[in-house]
Antibody, heavy 118, light 107 residues
Framework: QVQLQQSGAELVKPGTSVKLSCKAS????????MNWIKQTTGQGLEWIGI????????SYNVKFKGKATLTVDKSSSTAFMQLSSLTPEDSAVYYC???????????WGQGVMVTVSS | DIQMTQSPASLSASLGETVSIECLAS??????LAWYQQKSGKSPQLLIY???RLQDGVPSRFSGSGSGTRYSLKISGMQPEDEADYFC?????????FGSGTKLEIK
């Protein structure tokens, strides 16, 4: 069965970076694009960007360009998102979500809470 | 960006009641709309895609409809397990955007 296993919660200091992971199993990793989504109580759900695991090609929400960098490691079927220059506004739950084709998400990771605090 | 205006923000329904949630897009999205259910502390789950197509495994009491800029999700016969947050998402063009959510509770 399809599973997306995300890394654990992070407590990080302002100004630093963090790299989140999302390990896929149960399907051919390169067959589906992977999205990353931010969820906060105040802003709701925000789409960050998408990566094609086969080519490494990416597309970002302009709001997150320069903030998020998406990469993959095909050998381990893992997608990564690095968040840089962290501020308290980056505190959120971040999800990876498989693209089902047609820009919708059929499987989601369990989410990872990132807390930015000094 | 396409703005998705979702209503109501919260809703209370009795068991067996039929409920509807609406999403209004800021421009036409050609039925490229998905609905998700998110239970407390869990990840969202896809219910409906292409405005009206039921995702595999989703109970038939869930249905979607709409066209152009107006879309709705209907739950025909509220069940205890339907207590959750519901979100719409336009899949018409990037950046993909979501509605602000509807909290559905049992009365």
């Amino acid at each position: 069965q399809v599973q997306l296993q995300q890394s654990g919660a992070e407590l990080v200091k302002p100004g630093t970076s963090v790299k989140l992971s999302c390990k896929a199993s149960g399907y051919t990793f390169t067959s589906n694009h992977m999205n990353w989504i931010k969820q906060t109580t105040g802003q709701g759900l925000e789409w960050i960007g998408i990566i094609n695991p086969g080519s490494g090609g990416t597309s970002y929400n302009v709001k997150f360009k320069g903030k998020a960098t998406l990469t993959v490691d095909k050998s381990s079927s893992t997608a990564f998102m690095q968040l840089s220059s962290l501020t308290p506004e980056d505190s959120a739950v971040y999800y990876c979500a498989r693209d089902y084709g047609g820009r919708r998400f059929d499987y989601w990771g369990q989410g990872v809470m990132v807390t930015v605090s000094s | 960006d396409i703005q998705m205006t979702q209503s109501p923000a919260s809703l209370s329904a009795s068991l067996g009641e039929t409920v509807s949630i609406e999403c209004l897009a800021s421009e036409g999205i050609s039925n490229d709309l998905a609905w998700y259910q998110q239970k407390s502390g869990k990840s969202p789950q896809l219910l409906i895609y292409a405005a009206s197509r039921l995702q595999d495994g989703v109970p038939s009491r869930f249905s979607g409809s709409g066209s152009g800029t107006r879309y709705s999700l209907k739950i025909s016969g509220m069940q205890p397990e339907d207590e959750a947050d519901y979100f719409c998402q336009q899949s018409y063009k990037y950046p993909l955007t979501f509605g602000s959510g509807t909290k559905l509770e049992i009365k």
